[in-house]
């Protein structure tokens, strides 16, 4: 299984309304559906306003690499660009 855990260092105020529109194109729910994919899901930190962390648990190294090749995916990277200062990414394998 691959592990992601990836931190969202939002523009100031901005975490809101990223995560509105994660919601709202369905990318969430898209990226739950794929194949592989065992948890995605987003959680807010209690002490800061602006950053959030996303969940990820993949099946299998393939399932991940078929991940990132999904157009919500590229989506998101788009949205980054728009929300986000700086994402942060911690990978593991947990057999």
Partial sequence: MEVLNVTYHCKPGKRAEFINAIVAEGIDV????????????????????????????????????????QPHYLRLGELKAEYVNETVLEKFHVD
């Fill in 30 to 69: 898209a990226c739950q559906n794929e194949e592989g994919n065992l948890k995605y899901g987003y959680y807010l930190p209690t002490d800061s306003a602006d950053d959030m962390l996303l969940i990820e648990k993949w099946r299998d190294a393939d399932c991940l690499a078929a991940h990132g090749k």
